[in-house]
Every structure is written in C-alpha cells, then in structure tokens.
C-alpha cells in the first residue's frame, strides 16, 4: 500500500482498461500486504467512490470486506435495491443492509431549517454506522472511497477530508483507501475494468443528505415519495431522450408549498413540482442548457398523471449565480 497521500510525477494517467487493469493488479497485491489475514469494513453508499473501493477489495479478500449500507431513506428510487443487488447477489460480497428509514425519517420530522436537517441526517449516519461497527467483532481495518481531488482539497483548507467522518475514536480502525491517488474519470475507467455497471459508475453527482434537500422545508413522507417518483420518472426520459451523460446533473425538487389546480373537473391543492437541470465544470457555477420544450411537456404529462399530489411542474431556468444548483 502506497503510504504517501502524495501521487508520483510518475504515475500515468488511467484513460483505459490495460492501464486500469494493471492499477486492479498492483493493489491488490497492495491490498492483500496491507491487510494479511486481516477484516476490513467499509460505508457502502452506492456511490462511485465506495462502489469501486468496494469491488476492488472484494477481489483482493473477498468476504473478510464487510460492507454496511445505510438505507437513509434519502436515496433515489432503485438505489438500495441496485447496492444489493451488484453486491450482494452478483458480487457475493458480505453486505449488511440496514433499513434506517423510520430512524432517520422521526428524527427529521418537523425539522424546517435546511443546515439542521443536513446536521441530524450526517450526525444520525455515524451513529448507526458506529453502531454496526460496534457488533462486529475482530474488525481492525477501515476502507474509505477517499480520492485524490479530497486529499488536495484538505490539504488547500477547502473541506475536511472525511468520507465516514468523525467515526468515534474508540473504535481504532486502521485505514485503507485503494483509490486516494486517483481522479474521479480514472475511477469511473477502473470501476467499469472491475465489472461495476456502466449506469453506477457514470452516474451523476448526488449529495451527501440526498433527496433530503430536494423536499424543502420539513419533510414528509408523502412529499419525500413525490419528489423520488418524479426524479425516476425525469432520469428515465432524460435518458430515452439521450441526455444522460450530457447534462451534468439533472433532477426534481417539492417545495413545502401548494396551489390550486384541476383534475377530472375537481378542485385540488396539491405541491408543484420543480426540474432542474445543470452543466458546470466543477459545481461553482452553474449553466441551464436548453432542453427541447417537447420533453418539457411529456414530462410534465407524465409526472402531473402519475405522481401522487402534485398538480404542476416548473422548470428552474435560473443559472448559478445567483441561484444555487440545489434548492437547499
Ligand atoms: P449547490 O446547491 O451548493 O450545489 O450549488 C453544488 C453541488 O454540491 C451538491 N451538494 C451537496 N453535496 N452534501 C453533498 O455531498 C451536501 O450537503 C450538498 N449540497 C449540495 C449539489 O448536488 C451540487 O452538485
């Protein structure tokens, strides 16, 4: 294991899978030195950076990576399930899945104030993660999805470099972090040589509190439902219309706010919900492209007709500056 946070001048870019299968073949050798007979736990999320660590371990040690993945109830519709399945029943990794949907979701009941909600939600994800830690014995080894863009960020000042941050000391893990030398695209090149699908390793950037901050204010689970429904239903037409992989990052918000609407000839007072669709570079600013009007429409058509509660979509136009690309 290449102890230094510091990547050589040597060190060539990963652009294809020769090269990314020599990296495979390097750590895990790395890996199986580091580790020896040893278990390691990892945070799986289902995001790029874990998935990839992930999989790059369970080809060193196979079952002595233990993954636990947290089900929030915050994640895009398909996502637990898509986890469970690449891992557990096609990788045949030794995952524990934790259904944390009630826990988190009391704990954000009533909770409006956008930076409280994003405390209680990563506060709430060590505590059950410190938890799961805590039943497993004979662990003596943590895997991180950190990379290369997170080492030099924290070393700039820009933000704490922490994946499972502030994990309690106690618990005393050694770390392990396969991927810290490389860039997101030389990820994304070895996740696809390690067998992840392409849908997984490409996907978009989502944050870190999920839909939590796509249903504003304080959540419900009847508007959490409705912002997760549109969202399936505007990455499926996004990608039937060829955009995936165009637009940076594209989905649906529910404000915590009704108007009045109608449906076969009655009165209804129901949420809107809002498309927001971004390119940028590095996520600092922000553009809107043009999307053709006749997608806006047949998306309209289907989200109006097949999302519970909702009786109208908007489409934020707005660039950032001076809106932000999430709505809290
Ligand atoms: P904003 O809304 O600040 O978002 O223009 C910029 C990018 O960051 C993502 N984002 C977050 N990611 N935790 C995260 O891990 C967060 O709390 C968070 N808030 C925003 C957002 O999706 C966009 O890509």
């Not at 893990?173 to 990820?187: C, G, Q, R, T």
């Not at 995936?244 to 449906?263: L, N």
Request: with cysteine.
């Amino acid at each position: 294991m290449n102890d230094s946070n510091v990547r050589p001048e040597t060190m060539q870019r990963i652009t294809g899978k020769e090269q990314a299968e020599q990296f495979i073949e390097s750590q895990i050798e790395a890996l199986r030195n580091q580790i020896g007979d040893g278990k390691v736990l990892l945070a799986l999320s289902g995001g790029v950076d874990s998935s990839v660590t992930a999989a790059l371990l369970i080809k060193a040690i196979g079952s002595r990576l233990v993954c636990v993945h947290v089900n929030h109830g915050l994640l895009r519709k398909g996502e637990p399930e898509q986890v469970i399945k690449v891992f557990r029943d096609q990788m045949k990794a030794d995952l524990i899945y934790v259904d944390a949907v009630d826990r988190f979701l009391d704990k954000l009941a009533g909770v409006k104030d956008p930076e409280q909600k994003r405390h209680i939600i990563g506060k709430e994800f060590i505590d059950v993660f410190a938890e799961e830690a805590a039943k497993l014995k004979g662990i003596k080894f943590l895997a991180q999805g950190t990379i290369y863009p997170d080492i030099l960020e924290s070393k700039d000042g820009i933000k704490a470099h922490h994946n499972v941050g502030g994990l309690p000391p106690e618990l005393n893990f050694e770390l392990v972090e396969p991927v810290k030398l490389l860039y997101k695209d030389e990820v994304r090149v070895v996740g696809e040589a390690l067998g992840l699908p392409h849908g997984m390793v490409y996907r978009q950037p989502f944050p870190g509190p999920g839909l939590g901050v796509r249903c504003t204010g304080a959540i419900t689970r009847d508007r959490l439902e409705a912002v997760r429904e549109s969202d399936a239903i505007l990455r499926e037409e996004f990608e039937k219309a060829g955009l995936a992989g165009k637009v940076w990052q594209y989905f649906t918000t529910v404000p915590d706010y009704r108007s009045t609407g109608i449906k076969d000839g009655k009165r209804t007072w129901e949420w809107p919900v809002i498309i927001r669709a971004v390119n940028t570079r590095d996520a600092v600013t922000a553009t809107v492209p043009e999307l053709p009007f006749s997608l806006l429409q047949h998306i309209t058509a289907r989200i109006t007709s097949e999302v519970k509660g909702v009786n109208r979509v908007l489409w934020d136009i707005t660039p950032k500056p001076t809106a932000t690309i999430e709505w809290e």
